[in-house]
C-alpha cells in the first residue's frame, strides 16, 4: 500500500521506542491529563461576547462545557499527539528526551482506514477567536445538540472496556448515562474541542489522532448499512497508570501493524547508530520498509 503523505512523528526516549517496537502498540491519552491547562477548554475560555444572538447562545454553552469539564472531567475521547516535522529542536528538547531519543513516523490516515472510532485532525493554533471562528462553532454546537438529544434515544452499547478489575471499575459508571442529559451533547463536542490551542504551542505543528468511545449514533447509521461490526471490533483496550505516587490517570492502548511505521529518526544525541535501529527493527519487524535518519540538528 502507497504511503501517505499525512505522517505524525512521535517524539520519545529510547526506552518508549523499545515499548512501542516490541508490544507493537502506542498509549492515546486522556487530554486532561496533558502537558497543556487548557486542553479542551481553550475555546470555551476565549469565546468572545457578541450582539449576535445565535452567537450569544454559543457563549453561554461554552462556559456551560468548560464548567462541566472542570467540575466532572470526561472520558469520551483519548488522544495521541504527533508533529508535522520529524527533526523539530523544540520536540527533541521536550520530548524526545533532551535529544537523546527517537521520533518514530506513523501513517496516521492508515491508523483511521483501519480503527473506525479514530479520527485524525491537524491543531488550530489561535491567539485569540474570529468571528469564523465562532460562527463554525455555532454549527457545531447546532450539530451537537442535534445528536445528543437523538443519542440519549439509543439503547447504550454493551460495555467496550477490557475485563479487568480496573477496566471493570470504570465500566460500572456508564460511559453515557440517560440521567445526564447534557453528556451526549458534550460528547459530540469534544473532538472538535481537542483542536484549539494557544498559538504559544504553535512550533510543536501538531496533528491528534483522536479516538471517540461515544459511537452510538455511528453504529445506529451503521447497522443500517449493514456494517456496524467495525464499530464493535474497533474498541480500544482501556487500562490505568500512575502519573505521580498519588495520582491515577486513564489511558486506551492502540494495536499497530508494522507497515503502519515508516519512518524513524534518531535524535541529536542519541547513542545508538542508524545501523544500531535497522538491527533493532529487523528482530520485530523482518524485512520491514521503515527508513532511518539521523537528526541533523547541531544539538548537544
Not at 68 to 82: D, K, P
Not at 236 to 250: M, P, Q
Not at 256 to 275: A, H, Q, Y
Request: net charge neutral; charged share 30%.
Amino acid at each position: 500500500m502507497k504511503k501517505s503523505k499525512n505522517i505524525g512523528y512521535y517524539y520519545c526516549s529510547l526506552s518508549t521506542f523499545f515499548n512501542i517496537i516490541k508490544n507493537h502498540s502506542v498509549f492515546l491519552s486522556d487530554p486532561l491529563q496533558m502537558n497543556d491547562t487548557d486542553e479542551i477548554t481553550w475555546v470555551c475560555k476565549h469565546m468572545p461576547k457578541s450582539d449576535d444572538e445565535s452567537l450569544k447562545h454559543v457563549k453561554a454553552e461554552s462556559e456551560k462545557a468548560s464548567k462541566y469539564i472542570h467540575e466532572h472531567g470526561q472520558n469520551n475521547i483519548f488522544i495521541g499527539s504527533y508533529s508535522k516535522g520529524d527533526d523539530i529542536l523544540s520536540q527533541w528538547r521536550g520530548y524526545g528526551n533532551d535529544g537523546r531519543g527517537v521520533s518514530i513516523g506513523f501513517d496516521l490516515p492508515l491508523m483511521c482506514e483501519r480503527n473506525a472510532r479514530l479520527t485524525l485532525k491537524d491543531v488550530r493554533y489561535r491567539t485569540t477567536l474570529k468571528r469564523s471562528d465562532m460562527l463554525n462553532w455555532a454549527s457545531i454546537l447546532h450539530s451537537a445538540e442535534e445528536m445528543g438529544r437523538s443519542a440519549r434515544h439509543i439503547d447504550n452499547p454493551p460495555t467496550l472496556y477490557a475485563c479487568n478489575e480496573a477496566a471493570a471499575l470504570a465500566s460500572s459508571n456508564d460511559n453515557i448515562s440517560d440521567s445526564d442529559p447534557y453528556k451526549p451533547i458534550l460528547n459530540r463536542m469534544l473532538p472538535e474541542l481537542a483542536t484549539y490551542k494557544s498559538a504559544c504551542f504553535k512550533e510543536e505543528m501538531e496533528m491528534r489522532l483522536i479516538y471517540k468511545e461515544d459511537v452510538r449514533l455511528e453504529r445506529l447509521i451503521s447497522r443500517i448499512n449493514g456494517d456496524e461490526q467495525k464499530y464493535l471490533d474497533s474498541a480500544l483496550y482501556h487500562d490505568f497508570r500512575t502519573v505521580t505516587a498519588d495520582y491515577v490517570t486513564e489511558y486506551v492502548i492502540l494495536p499497530f501493524k508494522p507497515d503502519e511505521i515508516v519512518s524513524v529518526c534518531t535524535g541529536p544525541k542519541c547513542g545508538w547508530t542508524i545501523e544500531d535501529i535497522q538491527k533493532w527493527l529487523e528482530v520485530f519487524f523482518p524485512n520491514n520498509k521503515i527508513k532511518v535518519t539521523k537528526s541533523k540538528a547541531s544539538y548537544r
